[in-house]
């Protein structure tokens, strides 16, 4: 059973256009993230919904928004597409706990969307 | 803010051979987490360091926090061609959910 799940898994699509990236997870957590990973391989955080609430929103342009219809999927959409959006964006959740000075937060990720933008 | 610096950036090593990978904070670190990643694809969780002078093994991975918090190293011993991949140091920004990565380390491990 997948536990955290994307799709598509390649997008490769024209500048300018909008496309969305959908995400799943069945583990039950409360919390879900979109990562970036630029073609360094640096991974950086974009955006975290807690029960379906924003709970981070980074320096991300506008022309991305992230939407939770209920806790087990966020979704990524993107508006009028630029080359610099092309990257590996993976989605993630957890079920995290933080109690005085323990913290764990253990994140779960998906496979991945490559997104190319020509 | 705070920042992961991790090193070395790539490492190229014979296979059977021992390794270290490092993984530093400018701040005391509350959760120190090691992912790996397979080339094109996810992240996998490796393990998970809290209290200062931590060790956990995963069979022959071995991952250390340091008493200060401040620093961790991940050691591979007798090296596989299936330990190639991107490892990552992940920690936690205070007491939000938020993750801050290094930019990882490159390993290839050489039959």
């Known amino acids: 059973d997948t536990a955290v799940s994307q799709t598509p898994k390649y997008l490769v699509t024209q500048m300018g256009n909008d496309k969305s990236i959908k995400c799943e997870q069945n583990l039950g957590h409360d919390t879900m993230y979109w990562y970036k990973q630029d073609s360094k391989k640096f991974l950086k955080i974009m955006f975290s919904y807690n029960n379906k609430e924003l709970i981070i929103n980074e320096t991300v342009p506008n022309r991305f928004s992230p939407k939770s219809p209920d806790k087990a999927h966020l979704n990524l959409h993107i508006n009028s597409l630029e080359l610099g959006d092309s990257a590996v964006y993976f989605c993630a959740s957890s079920q995290g706990m933080y109690t005085g000075t323990s913290h764990y937060n253990e994140q779960f990720f998906g496979p991945g969307t490559r997104l190319t933008v020509l | 803010s705070q920042e992961l610096e991790q090193s070395p950036q790539s490492l190229i090593v014979q296979e059977g051979k021992n390794l270290t990978i490092n993984c530093t904070s400018s701040?005391?670190?509350?959760?120190l987490y090691w992912y790996k990643q397979k080339y094109g694809e996810g992240l996998i969780f490796l393990m998970m360091?809290?209290?200062?002078?931590e060790e956990k093994s995963h069979e022959k991975i071995t991952a250390k926090l340091d008493e200060k918090k401040q620093q961790s190293s991940l050691h591979i011993t007798a090296s596989q061609p299936s330990h190639a991949g991107i490892y990552l140091c992940g920690a936690d920004k205070d007491s939000s959910y938020k993750l801050i990565f290094g930019s990882g380390t490159r390993l290839l491990v050489r039959p």
């Open positions: 701040k005391t670190l509350y959760g």
């Open positions: 360091l809290q209290k200062g002078g």
